[in-house]
């Protein structure tokens, strides 16, 4: 990052005030940004062409300015630390130290008063969380078939399958014991924590009866090998975890996306667990419009949805409409241009029958009668606007 502050190139450890200028060029030269001077901040406002890093640049450069800091190797303040925030919220800390929080859109976090504030010198104003949309409907019998081709274990067969048919994040579904299970009086549900429930079961969640039967099968016969206690899935402590890794303890995250990445890297898929949970609210959301007779139907099922997911803010679920309408769109698009073709053919037949003046002739007398529909005038005028 080549920058001058008063006629001179900065360098890393200069003073906050050069380090911020080199930043501010490189936001605007390079990441396409616009930038609005603030009172005590800088406003980054990202625009078409602004790259999808720029959260992730600043992000680095505030860590590595803190590591410096750290090391005692930048003999100043951090540069991308506004000084007004550090004199007037030194005293204030977050519930969540060193994680970043997820943007409110997302519906699972509750909003605290100073995090609405950041610390940050450079403030990035408008931007939005949108959630990723997955409209492959093959996606989860991809993912099974390719851990068959790879032999999985039984047990990463179930918590993919729960993956796909519950919508639960897989840290919930690595979290469900036997008493979950034993908790919901529907044979197909489970009780499940929620991201910010501070591991209270405050949702529930549903499988098919297939996956149902490959649990307890999973239960009873290779989770037995590790377990330390021996008795079947009826008989089994409410406190005992659902899944165990090969040394008898509970299944974490980070050993389930090893196996997770070996299976869809060896077949050709790069998939993120998590967009499991994406694909499972675009499937439920086409199935509502699909299943549903009026528009009072479809807003009760969307109600029923955002309360199964859990969903703290509503408007979570535009982002899937959104999705919805365009993809009716492309339906009515390829049926017309279906009937295109097919018209196309009829016309070709015509010709080898009739003369070219005939088939003019009945071509006029067709448009002058679609010119008396006065509806149809309005629409084509409207078109010009």
């Known amino acids: 990052m080549k920058s001058s502050f008063r006629e001179e190139k900065v360098s890393w450890n200069d003073e906050p005030q050069a380090v911020n200028e080199a930043v501010r060029q ?14 005590g901040y800088e406003g980054v406002y990202l625009t078409k062409k602004s790259s999808k890093t720029v959260q992730l640049f600043l992000s680095a450069i505030k860590g590595f300015y803190k590591s410096m800091i750290r090391l005692k190797n930048y003999a100043y303040a951090n540069p991308l630390v506004g000084l007004e925030f550090s004199q007037n919220n030194s005293d204030q800390h977050g519930e969540r130290k060193n994680r970043p929080r997820v943007h409110k859109e997302a519906g699972t976090e509750l909003q605290t008063s100073f995090r609405k504030q950041t610390d940050s010198y450079f403030k990035i104003i408008n931007e939005e969380w949108v959630p990723e949309i997955i409209g492959d409907w093959d996606l989860p019998y991809r993912i099974y078939k390719a851990g068959d081709s790879q032999i999985w274990k039984l047990r990463d067969e179930v918590i993919t399958r729960f993956m796909f048919e519950t919508g639960a994040r897989i840290s919930e579904i690595l979290e469900l014991t036997v008493g979950d299970y034993r908790q919901r009086t529907d044979l197909h549900e489970f009780a499940a924590t929620n991201k910010g429930s501070y591991k209270r079961r405050i949702k529930f969640i549903r499988i098919s009866p297939e996956t149902l039967k490959l649990l307890i099968r999973y239960v009873n016969s290779e989770r037995r090998q590790f377990a330390k206690t021996q008795t079947k899935f009826d008989s089994l402590p409410a406190q005992e975890p659902l899944f165990l890794s090969t040394r008898g303890t509970p299944y974490t995250y980070s050993a389930f996306y090893s196996n997770w990445t070996l299976i869809t890297k ?9 967009k499991a949970r994406h694909w499972f609210v675009t499937s439920m959301l086409r199935g509502i419009y699909e299943q549903s007779n009026t528009t009072a139907q479809i807003e009760d099922k969307k109600k029923q949805l955002i309360e199964y997911m859990k969903w703290r803010d509503t408007e979570t679920l535009k982002v899937y409409d959104h999705y919805h309408d365009e993809q009716k769109f492309r ?17 070709l037949e015509l010709v080898k029958v009739h003369s070219h003046n005939e088939l003019t002739e009945s071509c006029s007398l067709k448009l002058n009668n679609e010119e008396k529909q006065p509806w149809l005038n309005d629409f084509f005028e409207g078109m010009e606007m």
């Open 331 to 347: 339906d009515l698009h390829a049926k017309l241009q279906a009937n295109y073709m097919k018209r196309e053919k009829e016309y």
């Open 266 to 274: 060896k077949s050709g898929i790069r998939l993120n667990p998590h």
């Open 26 to 39: 490189y936001l605007l030269d390079q990441m396409n940004c616009k930038i609005r001077s603030r009172d």
